[in-house]
């Protein structure tokens, strides 16, 4: 049973209107009930306020959802999945690559990749883990050590095996094929997990910036018209 007060169950009840309709604002109402009902609250917000900015293009919202992010307690945080545990350093990233601030954002995926190269090493069998060095690797333009990392990953969590946590790395290795420049097996991975049950939804494909590059393809036009809300 779902807490009232559990801020993960209150923001999954809020995000039905993001992935069916792609509207934010029931996301930004609750988000924002919560850090007023309870301020210490705002590091385990981290994630959702940060893609609820990158949704929206609001990079200064962006910077100030990452404050909480320090080394003393919350160094990472969470969105999609409980089993991929993002960084600061991939965060900034992202959010310098949707700037178009290349110098900055391979200055930030550089110490992303170092830091999921110590995470890999602890845990080599990890398929999240091996995912998220993948996403770095692809941010700074090294293309075939990213696929390679994302197939492993795909090798260690396969969707056959894993519902939970199987779509999740396979909707992250479709980020690195569009970021590589594989567009086709990017489009591939998007046609399969737009059949699966939590593999990828109509918010996710028409708001969040990892799919940019793919922006403007027929292809990915088509899977998002597939997803999107039923006229009544």
Not at 46 to 51: D, Q
Not at 78 to 101: H, Q
Not at 193 to 205: E, I, N, Q, T
Request: charged share 30%; aromatic share 8%; net charge negative.
């Amino acid at each position: 049973t779902l807490e009232p007060n559990n801020i993960h169950a209150r923001i999954l009840r809020a995000r039905i209107d993001f992935d069916e309709r792609a509207d934010t604002r029931p996301l930004h109402a609750v988000s924002e009930k919560i850090l007023r009902d309870d301020p210490a609250s705002a590091g385990n917000l981290v994630g959702w306020r940060f893609y609820l900015a990158l949704y929206e293009r609001d990079f200064a919202s962006a910077d100030r959802a990452l404050a909480p992010l320090t080394e003393n307690k919350y160094t990472t945080f969470r969105v999609r999945t409980d089993a991929m545990y993002f960084s600061r350093a991939y965060a900034e990233g992202l959010l310098a690559r949707i700037k178009g601030d290349a110098a900055e954002a391979r200055a930030a995926f550089t110490a992303a990749r170092a830091q999921q190269e110590e995470a890999v090493r602890a845990r080599p069998d990890d398929g999240p883990t091996f995912c998220l060095l993948g996403l770095s690797d692809a941010g700074l333009g090294r293309k075939e050590e990213a696929l390679r990392e994302g197939r492993r990953a795909l090798e260690l969590t396969p969707v056959a095996k894993d519902a939970n946590d199987g779509p999740q790395v396979l909707y992250f290795f479709a980020v690195i094929c569009a970021w590589t420049g594989e567009r086709d097996l990017a489009i591939e991975q998007l046609e399969t997990l737009a059949k699966m049950p939590l593999g990828v939804s109509y918010g996710d494909l028409r708001l969040d910036p990892h799919w940019d590059p793919l922006r403007g393809d027929p292809r990915f036009d088509k899977i998002v018209a597939s997803l999107a809300p039923k006229e009544n």
